[in-house]
């Protein structure tokens, strides 16, 4: 098999926890499928802030380069090298993410090889540490709903999560004043659960000189990293001189060279890349390459089971430099249908060909 003419379909699951508005990305679970007649490859383009426009750009993309495209490692790795000379818009950039993850897939399937396994035989990995996000699992983000669905967190057996709780920061040059519920929902959260780990996201939301203004409080409640509380740049020099905090930032950039530049700046303790938007699968290993003995890497999935299966196939093949990763909070366990094994908050590889996720059945619905 290798110059077969490839088809592109569209998978839509609806996010199992609905959306509030102040998630910074909202949108169901979106993936595509490109078939050969006998395999089908999936890649998920969740989140790209207009799923019928991704799909859109994804058929035009499709038609014009991959249809016909002759299924090899060493031509994705030719295609990914010559896309990496392009910035691609956002919507884009999740376009191409989603059928470079599908493609991986397709060539696993076809090779009756986990995806991993293209790349090297064996692997030290058996199971990869997650830290689940709550954020799509709130509706209210009242404390009591926060106790509420962290004691459920906790009942699963995480032993990190991540919350967001600074919605209510909405003019960055007033942080000093709105930022109060979310320092006393940490607070409740740090008093009720001393044993977990607290991740923070702030969406980028404060100006530098405002979030310095809440350093000492998000130390003396022990968070256990801080991220992206301002717009990524230079004020984060001052932001690690002025705190031992650990800070994570870098979810949303497509290629090598912004995590590149934190790297070389030292602006970052963690780098976040997602495979959504990263460029899919390869790039997402060039990242992590690039980051290997430098700087821990864990990387951003607020996602569905393909980018979930994909990113640990990333540390499979990295498995001392990617340190956790990202899982949306599955309170009502559903995500186990799609053969995804997650016990006492840890993910377990399988051997399965291609992502090694079942998504023949899933609700699909045109987009």
Excluded at 85 to 103: H, K, M, R, Y
Excluded at 208 to 233: H, M, N, R
Aim: glycine share 8%.
């Amino acid at each position: 098999m290798g110059s077969e003419m490839l088809s592109l379909d569209f998978l839509t699951i609806p996010d199992p926890d609905g959306w509030h508005s102040s998630l910074r990305l909202n949108g169901d679970w979106l993936v595509f499928k490109i078939s050969d007649g006998v395999h089908a490859g999936y890649g998920e383009a969740s989140h790209s802030t207009d799923d019928a426009l991704c799909c859109e750009r994804a058929r035009a993309l499709f038609d014009r380069r991959i249809a016909s495209f002759e299924l090899s490692l060493e031509n994705l790795g030719a295609l990914e090298a010559e896309l990496s000379l392009f910035q691609p818009d956002f919507v884009e950039a999740t376009a191409w993410s989603g059928i470079n993850q599908a493609l991986y897939d397709l060539l696993g399937k076809r090779e009756q090889a986990p995806v991993w396994r293209l790349f090297k035989d064996k692997t030290d990995l058996e199971k990869l540490p997650l830290y689940t996000t709550i954020n799509r699992a709130l509706k209210s983000r009242s404390s009591d709903e926060y106790r509420q669905v962290v004691e459920q967190v906790e009942a699963q057996g995480f032993q990190a999560f991540k919350c967001a709780p600074f919605e209510k920061v909405i003019d960055p040059k007033d942080s000093e004043i709105t930022s109060s519920y979310g320092l006393n929902t940490i607070g409740l959260l740090r008093e009720t659960f001393p044993e977990l780990k607290i991740r923070v996201d702030f969406h980028e939301r404060f100006l530098p000189e405002g979030f310095f203004k809440i350093v000492p409080e998000l130390e003396s409640l022990g968070v256990d990293w801080i991220e992206e509380p301002f717009a990524l740049g230079e004020p984060y020099c001052a932001l690690r001189k002025r705190t031992s905090l650990r800070i994570a930032a870098g979810e949303l950039f497509w290629g090598e060279n912004r995590f590149r530049e934190i790297i070389d700046n030292g602006w970052a303790h963690v780098i976040m890349p997602d495979v959504k938007h990263v460029g899919g699968f390869g790039p997402l290993l060039r990242v992590i390459e690039l980051g290997e003995g430098k700087i821990e890497v864990s990387p951003h999935n607020p996602a569905g089971p393909v980018a979930t299966a994909a990113s640990l196939h990333a540390a499979a093949l990295f498995p001392n430099c990617v340190g956790s990763l990202e899982f949306a909070f599955d309170a009502d366990l559903i995500r186990r249908a799609y053969g995804e094994r997650v016990d006492n908050g840890f993910l377990f590889l399988n051997d399965a060909p291609g992502w090694g996720v079942d998504v023949e059945n899933l609700p699909g619905k045109g987009p």
